[in-house]
C-alpha cells in the first residue's frame, strides 16, 4: 500500500500515467474504486473510531493523521513522482475527496484537503527544485503539516485586497500583519503565504512564499472557537517583522495572486467532491431514522411529504455529482472550467444547506443533539457555502462567463 519502496500504489501510478480520461471515466473505474477502498479502510480504522473523541477536544492530531495518508500515497495523487507523488490525474483527487467524504465530520476532510490540494499545487507548479524538496517533499510524505496563508480579517474571497506586506530587505523579505480563518494554524510547521511584495496594482503586487512557522516574530494569537468543523483546528496568526529568505519565494515576484486563482477552480471542484458522501448520508440516515420513528401510530416516513422531498434531495445530489464530473473531464482534457467549477460551487453550497436542513426537521427534538450525526453535518457542511467563495461570488462569475456581465 506505500507509495515509496515499489509499493502497490507506486505501481498503480506507474499503469495509468499516459492514460487519457476523458468525461465518462473520470470518477468510477476499476482504478478509482481500487484507491477509494484503500483509503476507506483507513478512514475505517485510523480515523472514524476517534472523530467524536478529536471533535470534543476541538482538534485532530494532524501530525499523525497526515502520516498514515502520507505513507499510503493520498496526500499527494496528483504530485509529480519524482517528488513522492503518484503522478496520477485530477480525477483521482477527486475520487479521494469524495471517499473522504465518509468521515464522520466535515473539518478533517477540509484539513486534509488544505494540505493534499491547497497549499502546494502553486509550490507544485512553480517552485525550485530547491524549494519542492524542503516543502513539497515532506508535506506530500505526511512528515509536515502545510496550511495556506490567504484570508485576513478584511479579505477573504476578496484576495486582492489583502494587506499583509512581505517587503525585500537584502537577501531576505520583512513579513508584517495578519492571516484569518488558517486551517490546521496552530499545528502547521510551514504556510504557503500570500503577501504583498510591492505597491503595484493589487492583482499584480502579490507574491507567494514558503514561510517556516518557527521563526521569530510569527504568533499563533488564537485557535478560533466556531460553530463547526470542530476538530480542525483553526487559528488567526500574526506576522511582526518576520524574516525569510528571498529564495523561498514560489515562482515570480508580483505574480502571487495569478497563481493563487489557477487553483481555484481545482479548491472549488475539491469542495464539491467532498459534500457528496456527507449529503448521501444525511439523506439515508434521516430515511432510517423516520422509518423507525412514529407519530400518530404511524412511521414518519410513510407520510408522503417526507418520502418524497427525501427523493427528490437524492436525485439534487445525483445531478450535483454528475455535473461535477463533467467539470473534472472537461479540466483533466485542458479546457477552462471556471463557469462549471463555479456552477457546481454554487449548487454544493446551497445543497447542504437545503438538504441538512430539510432532514433536520425530520428527526424532531432529536435533530437538536449532538448524539447525532445529522445535527453535525448540519453544522458543519455550510462552511461549503462559505469557504473558497459565497453564493454572490459564484454567481458574478458565472454571469460573467455567461456574458451577462463584462469580465474585468
Not at 462559505?386 to 456581465?405: A, H, N, P, R, V
Amino acid at each position: 500500500m506505500a507509495l515509496r519502496g515499489g509499493g502497490r500504489w507506486a505501481r498503480l501510478g506507474s499503469a495509468l500515467r499516459g492514460r487519457s480520461s476523458g468525461p465518462r471515466d473520470t470518477g468510477d473505474t476499476p482504478q478509482h474504486r481500487d484507491l477509494r477502498e484503500t483509503l476507506r479502510k483507513i478512514i475505517d480504522k485510523e480515523i472514524n473510531p476517534f472523530v467524536d473523541k478529536w471533535e470534543e477536544e476541538g482538534q485532530f492530531p494532524a501530525h499523525k493523521v497526515f502520516k498514515i495518508l502520507g505513507q499510503a500515497g493520498f496526500l499527494g495523487v496528483d504530485k509529480p513522482t519524482e517528488y513522492g507523488g503518484m503522478g496520477l490525474d485530477f480525477s483521482y483527487n477527486i475520487a479521494v475527496a469524495e471517499e473522504l467524504g465518509n468521515i464522520r465530520c466535515a473539518g478533517i476532510p477540509m484539513a486534509i484537503g488544505v494540505q493534499a490540494g491547497m497549499a502546494t499545487p502553486a509550490l507544485t507548479r512553480f517552485g525550485s527544485h530547491e524549494l519542492k524538496k524542503q516543502f513539497l517533499v515532506p508535506t506530500i510524505a505526511g512528515d509536515v503539516v502545510a496550511c495556506l496563508g490567504i484570508s485576513e480579517a478584511g479579505a477573504g474571497s476578496d484576495v486582492a485586497n489583502i494587506k499583509t506586506t512581505a517587503v525585500r530587505k537584502g537577501n531576505e523579505y520583512v513579513i508584517n500583519g495578519g492571516k484569518m480563518w488558517i486551517t490546521s494554524g496552530s499545528q502547521a510547521d510551514w504556510m504557503c503565504l500570500l503577501a504583498n511584495t510591492s505597491e503595484g496594482p493589487p492583482h499584480q503586487n502579490k507574491s507567494l512564499i514558503c514561510l517556516p512557522m518557527n521563526l521569530p516574530g510569527i504568533h499563533v494569537a488564537k485557535k478560533i472557537d466556531k460553530l463547526g468543523m470542530r476538530s480542525s483546528d483553526t487559528a488567526q496568526i500574526f506576522f511582526e517583522n518576520v524574516r525569510v529568505p528571498c529564495t523561498n519565494l514560489i515562482g515570480e515576484e508580483g505574480k502571487g495572486f495569478t497563481y493563487q486563482m489557477l487553483q481555484f477552480q481545482e479548491e472549488r471542484l475539491w469542495a464539491v467532491a467532498s459534500a457528496l458522501k456527507p449529503l448521501e448520508t444525511v439523506i439515508q440516515e434521516t430515511i432510517d431514522y423516520t422509518r423507525q420513528r412514529k407519530v400518530f401510530g404511524q412511521p414518519v416516513l410513510h407520510n408522503q411529504s417526507v418520502h418524497f422531498r427525501l427523493a427528490e434531495m437524492a436525485t439534487e445530489v445525483e445531478l450535483l455529482r454528475s455535473l461535477l464530473h463533467r467539470a473534472v473531464g472537461l479540466y483533466i482534457e485542458g479546457n477552462d472550467v471556471t463557469k462549471f467549477a463555479s456552477m457546481a460551487k454554487l449548487k454544493a453550497g446551497r445543497l447542504t444547506r437545503e438538504v441538512t436542513d430539510s432532514c433536520l426537521q425530520f428527526w424532531g427534538g432529536m435533530g437538536f443533539t449532538s448524539e447525532v450525526l445529522v445535527s453535525r453535518l448540519y453544522r458543519d457542511l455550510r462552511l461549503i457555502s462559505i469557504g473558497g467563495g459565497t453564493d454572490e461570488t459564484m454567481l458574478s462569475i458565472i454571469c460573467k462567463y455567461m456574458e451577462i456581465l463584462p469580465r474585468k
